[in-house]
């Protein structure tokens, strides 16, 4: 039996503790001085450790890491996490504000803006303002659960703070690593013989894919709050209208966000703020490449809405590339997966961004011919959004005199067959060509097809080039004792390997099949449309071009594509071996039909400012169970929810009899569902 006093200090420690934390890791403002922190950090462990029973998930003491995991778990997002638009100058940014002001009515607005912090983006769920759950971005709409790792970083906060906590919130961010703590880390990767990191996102980002959490728990990583998924208040009518009230809250309750962000009162102050940071880049302490800029108002984002792959609200402003000189020492030909060749830049390395760069894209045969590039050439390089290292020009003065024109080869380097023009692209001629089959196999295992977690680019290159691996379907053929014949591959990376397969056979949906059949013009939004309106392969085969194009963004180029692929023997031959080797997923049991949900055909139409969430998100809960949502008011609404400054909609709804829902009505409608 543990006394009062100990169990009340033990309690003082751990908020004392997470009290010192903060005020270091969130506000670096501390109070106390190292030692004193450490001494009541080693008497929580000395009492923690003496009374076992007063254990605690949450507290401080349990950031240090726990036991390594077998393999990430992939996490579905309740709420999809998009992805953001690009502008790669202020004239893209105006243009962007002119589609909003139309959008909203109104030729200016307010935009909340922050540094578009350079590392891997994350959601962390709180219940009851506890820390349960953190998982990766990935696709947007499945991540991987990183929950142990996470909760070593010092500066989240495992209990939230403050009076208003909601009883539910999704936090989204960005994990990163200062410059500073980044310099230091490699210095101590150095000196143990480790390899060390081409940048701080990529240490942040391999970081916190580490199955052994001890490892995230002795690297600096911070996370970097910029926004929020799901929020659910208990306090009735309490809740956040626009995108700097979120951002406050998220402070309040105890989460860093970006530096330097700030509330700009018009598109211009945005464009100013832009170019203020780019001029500071280099001083500041976290590696950014631009500024995202979000409409202030919830209410406007929420009628502006969502593209299929973003918000219609919300841009980041790229930052120009940085740019460096070397020569050009030759040009090496890669064969793509649908034949394509394509020249690569093989450069003298040079420093570029903090990484050395050896290796540029040369886009095509007439990117090429246009600026006439010559081996042996100075070249101008730049890496495009900081991340793909591309060619630019040629500095004339220092080509040398011998220098001839670069010829383009009309065979594949591969097979040696005939390569024709097609468009802007020199394509290979040979169904059959090895380089293709590579490419497609190493395609088909990667996350924009099938997302073989465990199943390396390198092992499926060498197996397919030993004649191992012919098409996908040769995959789920594949024993551990095939893999065991080569040097390097011990016994748990092959058990790892088969296992990634069998798990991939067991669960893939029809979607990312389609996606890893890497069909020309057909990426992940339309396999999921596919994936949506059909059964399975064979029902895609059977569909005409008329068929294709009325499904929603499918197009008569994208139609012709699907349907070129589908009729061809090469998709014939693989369809029965998928068949063969008890591959076949299918759409039919992979979705609840909407009939068996709980707001099965009812329908809902929301006005006014929803507390802590947007419109978009309102209606996406409710299409989750089964309801819709439409604009307009007739007798065929169900519900109708108001927020507050509903409007007129309210008065229409009464005079037809409609059942008005205020927001908390229509929370306790949703649990009412579950």
């Known amino acids: 039996m543990v006394s009062s006093d100990v169990a009340q200090r033990v309690a003082s420690l751990r908020a004392t503790i997470e009290y010192h934390d903060h005020r270091y890791y969130v506000l670096d403002d501390p109070e106390i ?57 202020i004239e893209e940014w105006f243009t962007f504000t002119d589609r909003v002001a139309k959008g909203i009515g109104r030729p200016d607005a307010e935009y909340w803006t922050d540094p578009k912090m350079d590392g891997l983006a994350v959601e962390v769920i709180y219940e009851q303002g506890k820390y349960v759950k953190a998982a990766t971005r990935g696709d947007g709409f499945v991540g991987e659960e990183v929950t142990h790792n996470m909760r070593t970083l010092m500066n989240l906060p495992l209990k939230l703070r403050g009076d208003n906590i909601p009883r539910l919130l999704e936090v989204r961010g960005e994990v990163v690593m200062s410059n500073k703590d980044f310099a230091q880390l490699n210095d101590r990767q150095r000196k143990a013989g480790n390899k060390v990191f081409a940048n701080p996102r990529n240490a942040a980002a391999g970081t916190i894919r580490q199955l052994d959490p001890k490892v995230a728990a002795s690297r600096p990583l911070r996370f970097m709050a910029y926004g929020i998924g ?286 890893g059949l890497g069909i020309r013009h057909v990426g992940e939004q339309t396999a999921r449309v596919l994936a949506d309106n059909y059964a399975d392969l064979d029902a895609i085969a059977a569909a005409s071009v008329d068929d294709l194009q009325q499904l929603n963004d499918i197009g008569s180029v994208v139609a012709e594509s699907v349907v070129e692929y589908f009729t061809s023997a090469r998709a014939e031959e693989l369809f029965a071996r998928f068949k063969d080797v008890g591959f076949w997923p299918t759409a039919e049991g992979k979705k609840e039909s909407v009939g068996d949900l709980p707001l099965a055909e009812k329908v809902f139409i929301f006005t006014g400012s929803l507390p802590g969430m947007t419109r978009d998100q309102a209606q996406q809960l409710v299409e989750e169970k089964g309801g819709r949502s439409v604009k307009g008011i007739s007798k065929k609404v169900d519900y109708v929810v108001a927020g507050e400054k509903a409007g007129s909609k309210i008065a229409k709804a009464e005079k037809l009899g409609l059942t008005v829902l205020d927001f908390d009505e229509f929370m306790q409608l949703l649990d009412d569902s579950k």
């Open 33 to 89: 001085t190292d030692a004193e922190y450490d001494a009541l950090y080693r008497e929580l462990v000395a009492l923690e450790e003496a009374h076992p029973e007063l254990d605690d998930a949450h507290s401080p003491t349990k950031r240090v890491g726990g036991e390594p995991a077998v393999g990430f778990t992939p996490y579905e997002h309740a709420m999809r996490m998009y992805s953001l638009d690009n502008a790669m100058n």
């Open 230 to 515: 799901r929020v659910e208040w208990s306090a009735p009518l309490f809740g956040w209208t626009s995108q700097k009230d979120i951002m406050e809250g998220l402070q309040s309750l105890g989460f860093s966000i970006p530096p330097e962000a700030k509330l700009c009162s018009s598109k211009q102050e945005v464009a100013d703020y832009y170019q203020q940071l780019m001029e500071q880049r280099a001083s500041l302490p976290f590696e950014i490449d631009g500024v995202v800029a979000k409409l202030n108002n919830l209410d406007m984002q929420s009628a502006l809405g969502f593209t299929s792959r973003a918000p219609r609200w919300a841009l980041a402003l790229k930052f120009p590339a940085l740019q460096a000189k070397t020569v050009l020492k030759s040009i090496r030909i890669q064969v793509g997966r649908t034949g394509v060749l394509t020249p690569v830049a093989e450069l003298e390395p040079v420093h570029l961004a903090g990484v050395i760069v050896s290796n540029a894209t040369l886009h095509n045969k007439g990117y090429i011919v246009e600026r006439d590039f010559r081996l042996g050439d100075t070249v101008l390089i730049q890496r495009a959004g900081d991340v793909i290292p591309q060619v630019l020009s040629v500095d004339l003065d220092q080509r040398p005199d011998n220098s001839e024109p670069y010829e383009f080869p009309m065979v594949c380097p591969v097979c040696d067959s005939e390569a024709i023009e097609d468009g802007e692209a020199v394509r290979c001629t040979n169904p059959a060509c090895p380089a293709k089959t590579v490419q497609q196999l190493i395609h088909f295992v990667s996350k924009a097809g099938l997302d073989m977690d465990g199943v390396g680019k390198k092992w499926v290159e060498r197996l397919a080039l030993d004649g191992v691996l012919d098409t996908p379907a040769d995959l789920f053929t594949l024993h551990s004792t095939d893999l065991l014949k080569y040097g390097g591959m011990g016994s748990k990376s092959a058990d790892k390997f088969i296992a990634a397969i069998e798990k991939s056979k067991q669960n893939a949906p029809l979607w990312r099949l389609i996606a």
